[in-house]
């Protein structure tokens, strides 16, 4: 069988770190690759031997057919882009931010749907080999009784340097990874009650929310953007903690106090974690034409989306 043909749009930090991936997975190969600036496309294209390079998408496609695409683009320009590819009804593979708010994410939604198209967006945390291993040791022992979910943004340290787009959109555009884990560990939600505040007096920046689970799991979600602290997941089962702080690192707590080490796999420590395994599960798809959990598509993006628009809107009273 001939290898899966794959297809870059972007060529930046991100674009590199998978192609670092997919040149080590066997059945998949980048052989086109297109970006606003052509020359860091050239870059990429020597650097990992990718046959062609175009100045834009529709040449791209048109002349290529590739099996899969990827779009890698800088995150104000995802949603305009991916509204651009998704008629083209190719299988895709979209970096988050899934669009910069609700609305725009429900517009693309709407066009995945019409165009039956097969996606995933890259919430690769999700594809962690230790949370895979921590959420195994909670169903070992029971039921996840609580989840807490710390996602704490450095944004003192970021605000003078990204786009005021972005700025406005952050708990999408960036902690959108974190939010999303809720419905990894805990599954969908049934209600959520927010709290949301502003030291800056810009935009929201201090964010607490109780979130009840269909599954009956009590989450929490604590961030303070002017406050040194980094994201961090605790789950609470039936005699038995899982930490992880920071996400990459993690521990269990037994019924005696006892700690034990979480260890990350072999391919997490190799690649940017949670970038091998959800590089497979997009080869997967591409073959079976069907999403494989814990990928999500632009649908059940949605849902998390959804969550974010529920934690940081503001009651009538607030
Ligand atoms: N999953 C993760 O952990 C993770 C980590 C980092 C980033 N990301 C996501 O990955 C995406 C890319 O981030 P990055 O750090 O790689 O950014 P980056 O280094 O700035 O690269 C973005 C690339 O996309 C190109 N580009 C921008 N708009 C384009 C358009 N309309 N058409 C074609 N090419 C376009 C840029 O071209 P120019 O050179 O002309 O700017 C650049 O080559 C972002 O959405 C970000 O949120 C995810």
Not at 49 to 66: E, V
């Amino acid at each position: 069988m001939s290898d899966l043909k794959i297809a870059l749009i972007g060529a930046g930090y991100i674009a590199k770190k998978h192609l670092e991936v997919i040149k080590n997975i066997k059945g998949m190969k980048v052989i086109a690759i297109t970006s606003r600036t052509k020359k860091k496309a050239e870059k990429l294209s020597k650097e990992f031997n990718i046959k062609y390079i175009f100045n834009d998408y529709k040449k791209l496609i048109n002349t290529i057919k590739p099996d899969g695409i990827m779009i890698l683009v800088s995150s104000e320009e995802i949603f305009t882009l991916t509204q651009k590819i998704i008629p083209f009804n190719i299988p895709i593979f979209i970096e988050k931010p899934l669009g910069l708010n609700l609305k725009e994410t429900k517009k693309l939604n709407r066009l995945a749907i019409k165009h039956r198209l097969k996606s995933i967006v890259g919430f690769n945390r999700r594809h962690y080999s230790n949370f895979e291993t921590g959420l195994n040791i909670i169903k070992k022992k029971g039921k996840l009784l609580g989840i807490t979910i710390e996602g704490h943004e450095r944004f003192w340290k970021i605000e003078n340097i990204i786009s005021k787009k972005n700025k406005n959109s952050w708990l999408y555009s960036n902690s959108s990874h974190v939010i999303d884990l809720f419905r990894y560990f805990a599954g969908e939600i049934s209600s959520i009650n927010s709290y949301s505040g502003s030291l800056s007096k810009k935009r929201l920046d201090q964010f607490s929310s109780i979130i009840k689970f269909k599954s009956g799991t009590i989450g929490n979600y604590i961030a303070n953007w002017y406050s040194p602290s980094g994201w961090s997941i605790k789950l609470h089962g039936e005699k038995v903690l899982v930490v992880f702080k920071p996400l990459e690192k993690g521990y269990w707590v037994d019924s005696n106090f006892k700690k034990h080490n979480i260890k990350m796999s072999q391919v997490d420590k190799k690649y940017k974690p949670g970038f091998y395994n959800q590089m497979q599960s997009f080869k997967k798809m591409l073959l079976t034409k069907k999403l494989h959990w814990p990928s999500q598509s632009i649908q059940d993006t949605l849902k998390t989306y959804t969550i974010i628009d529920q934690i940081s809107s503001l009651k009538k009273n607030d």
